[in-house]
């Protein structure tokens, strides 16, 4: 693994004022008792996953975590929002499944300190036909990510892993699930939020029976959120009666800079610190500390 990035990245694209050093947040890090396992899921695409997965990731960072963001969508995404072109992915989480590769031997650095990325390629469309009769097929990832997770090892090089998951309910999410202590769901602000995120509650509590006992529902967070459409807000107030205090108070708004950051290479926050989608960022990364502390109070 390469050494740790610095911040000196040349900008690219934005005025040289939007590209400030990332602050120092109210809520700082304290040292990792473990490390925590998010994996970031909705089988629907477009509603922010990917998005959220590299600006939390981002916020987690700034306020001082060590964060390793594994991208498990054959797209590849995470990896180009991060900057992390194709020549550069000499190892894949292709590899890392597969059995050809250590996760540490895929893990590169980021153009964010204390950011980095385990990156996906296309080969990951095939994996589910070249492993999908072997009795270990729902657990590659945990076993990959057991030498970071596991207590008794040292000191954890990452204190949050985040999963970025493919919008499907294939066997590639259903090994972030099988890896994770928790899910944190994106929902668009959308008329079908509601019958989605049913679907996808019915796959965790499969995984939870079946996989991984422990697999929670760290939160959900809504996404896309456009103050000037009323039908936003109605969907704002149904998931919150429907899901209560498991939806994060901090609503992630839409906006063009969150739109614009990834053909640059950037997570919004060093594209725009000042716009409103690099300020919910933040907020939501204080969120999931509070949550965190919470468990271990």
């Known amino acids: 693994m390469g050494d740790q990035p610095g911040s000196e990245a040349e900008a690219l694209g934005p005025p040289a004022a939007d590209n400030e050093v990332l602050p120092d947040s109210e809520v700082h890090a304290e040292p990792a008792r473990h490390t925590r396992v998010l994996a970031v899921a909705n089988q629907k695409g477009g509603v922010g996953k990917t998005t959220t997965a590299i600006n939390l990731g981002t916020a987690l960072a700034a306020i001082g975590e060590h964060v390793l963001i594994i991208d498990l969508d054959p797209q590849g995404n995470a990896s180009t929002g991060l900057g992390i072109d194709q020549r550069s992915r000499r190892l894949s989480t292709y590899d890392v499944l597969a059995g050809r590769a250590a996760l540490y031997d895929a893990i590169l650095p980021t153009i964010v300190p204390r950011l980095y990325l385990a990156p996906s390629t296309l080969d990951l469309t095939g994996l589910e036909l070249e492993i999908g009769q072997t009795r270990d097929r ?115 708004p839409r906006n063009v800079r969150v739109s614009e950051a990834p053909s640059y290479g950037k997570p919004v926050l060093m594209y725009d610190l000042r716009c409103s989608g690099s300020e919910a960022y933040m907020r939501l990364a204080t969120e999931v500390i509070q949550r965190e502390r919470e468990l271990y109070a």
């Open 138 to 252: 729902a657990y590659r990832l945990r076993n990959a990510l057991s030498p970071l997770t596991t207590p008794g090892l040292g000191e954890p090089a990452y204190s949050y892993v985040l999963v970025d998951c493919p919008p499907s309910l294939n066997l590639l999410t259903v090994n972030a699930m099988a890896a994770a202590h928790a899910i944190l769901v994106p929902l668009q602000c959308e008329f079908f939020a509601l019958e989605g995120l049913s679907q996808l509650l019915k796959t965790v509590d499969s995984v939870r029976d079946q996989l991984n006992p422990e697999l929670t529902i760290h939160g959900i967070v809504l996404t896309m959120y456009d103050s000037r459409n009323t039908l936003s807000g109605q969907v704002v107030a149904d998931v919150r009666e429907f899901m209560g205090a498991k939806v994060y108070d901090t609503i992630i």
